[in-house]
């Protein structure tokens, strides 16, 4: 197991390099820094003021230099002005850039400044992902255990009444978009117009116009069941029938198994085959796609956030590719790249735990 985590935390390395210096690569194209100049400046900059507010910047460094520098690898950029002024990514405003440090990169804790927040890429990624990470938690208490169960349900008895009405949810629920569900959801529940809420207010059940509310953003500072339920189930709506169809199918498959039919000829209770023979072994293939919702959440819950106002990580994503915002894309990169990289390591050692007939080669 020792030598299995340590080659994989070698190729997870590997992977992080090659996958941040795709990004780095695509996200410096000169396209994009022409762009990022003229929106920092203005619109009518000439190519020499472009070319002069990149170099400044230390974005017209060849990109294999350039990637190293902003990984904290290679010395941090340095600009000297006319006037002999030395500017730099290591050298804070007003200080001395004798005693700036040398490396100032990502592995540093440096990941730069935001050109829209005006703020430190890496304070700004933390905050917002914390926001992203309570609406996970949250989806992740709803759709897990609900997925499960109908999946379970559903291929505990192939064919039945209840597969089939199980399934046909499933299948309905993963097909509906977000953004459908969504604007559903707020309709009914959170529209004053509703005939949901105006019985509801008639009879005097809420004390407001609406049961529930359509933004979320109240709940960055204060999370109520008003204000979360909605995003919550519009994000746990979709994952439940992915998730679902997938137990159901792996657990109709282990229920046909000669294990399984050995053990109902003997006798054993029905109840005790599924708990105690099938569950473990048909948990493996829905464990795989349970780990691969990690990231998913992380960075497909833009539609939800700007849907509901929740100012979270994959807001965030938006502003800054809205925005050209180069060092707060990159941050939001490797956010993205270790949480995928991470969740797969996860999901290998899972597999061992849940069935040890599993060997690591």
Not at 7 to 17: E, Y
Not at 46 to 56: I, K
Not at 238 to 252: E, N, P
Request: with cysteine.
């Amino acid at each position: 197991m020792g030598l299995f985590l340590l080659r994989r935390v070698g190729v997870m390395l590997l992977t992080a390099l090659c996958l941040t210096f795709i990004v780095y690569f695509m996200t410096t194209l000169y396209p994009n820094l022409e762009k990022l100049a003229k929106t920092q400046g203005n619109f009518r900059m000439s190519d020499e003021a472009v070319a002069s507010y990149l170099d400044r910047e230390g974005y017209l460094e060849p990109v294999f230099k350039g990637y190293g520098q902003w990984l904290g690898i290679l010395p941090g950029h340095t600009f000297t002005d006319e006037d002999g002024t030395i500017t730099g990514r290591c050298i804070a405003p007003g200080s001395d850039p004798a005693n700036a440090p040398t490396y100032c990169g990502v592995l540093q804790g440096d990941w730069g400044q935001s050109v829209t927040f005006k703020d430190d890429a890496g304070e700004i990624i933390s905050k917002r992902l914390g926001l992203t990470g309570w609406l996970a938690l949250a989806a992740f208490a709803v759709m897990i255990p609900a997925a499960l169960i109908i999946g379970i349900l559903a291929g505990m008895r192939e064919g039945s009444r209840m597969d089939r009405s199980l399934s046909t949810f499933a299948i309905a629920s993963s097909a509906t978009p977000e953004y459908v569900s969504g604007v559903i959801f707020i309709a009914v529940f959170a529209a004053s117009a509703s005939p949901l809420n105006a019985f509801l207010a008639d009879m005097g059940w809420i004390s407001g116009r609406t049961l529930l509310k359509g933004s979320a953003t109240s709940a960055m500072e204060d999370i109520t069941w008003a204000n979360f339920t909605l995003p919550v189930a519009t994000i746990a709506l979709y994952g439940v029938g992915y998730i679902a169809r997938m137990t159901r199918a792996s657990m109709a498959e282990v229920m046909t198994a000669q294990y399984i039919r050995t053990a109902r000829l003997k006798g054993v209770n029905f109840r005790t085959v599924v708990l105690k023979h099938a569950l473990r072994n048909a948990l493996i293939a829905p464990f795989t796609v349970i780990m691969l919702q990690f990231p998913y959440l992380l960075t497909g819950v833009v539609i939800t956030e700007t849907l509901f106002n929740y100012k979270g990580f994959g807001w965030l994503l938006v502003q800054a590719a809205s925005t050209n915002d180069i060092q707060l894309l990159l941050g939001c990169s490797v956010v993205a790249v270790f949480v995928v990289l991470v969740t797969q390591l996860i999901s290998d050692i899972g597999y061992v735990f849940l069935n040890p007939r599993i060997r690591i080669s």
